[in-house]
């Protein structure tokens, strides 16, 4: 398993607390940085998995 699928849900569940956090004080700017974040950590899961999917190809052959 790719350490990017582990890191990638954990920097999406931070993300997800700073924009709660900017929402609930108003703070616009913690609340883009957390939306972000969250979007990093999506990308950050999917190549993970892309790259556990190559990996696995890469051994069946």
């Not at 703070?27 to 190549?47: C, D, I, M, Y």
Request: zero cysteines; hydrophobic letters at 35%; a positive charge.
């Amino acid at each position: 398993m790719d350490t990017a699928r582990i890191k990638g849900p954990f920097k999406q569940a931070t993300g997800a607390a700073k924009r709660a956090i900017g929402r609930i004080t108003g703070n616009k700017k913690l609340e883009a940085k957390g939306r972000a974040e969250t979007t990093q950590g999506h990308v950050q899961e999917a190549a993970g998995t892309a790259k556990d999917a190559v990996r696995d190809a890469g051994d069946k052959k």
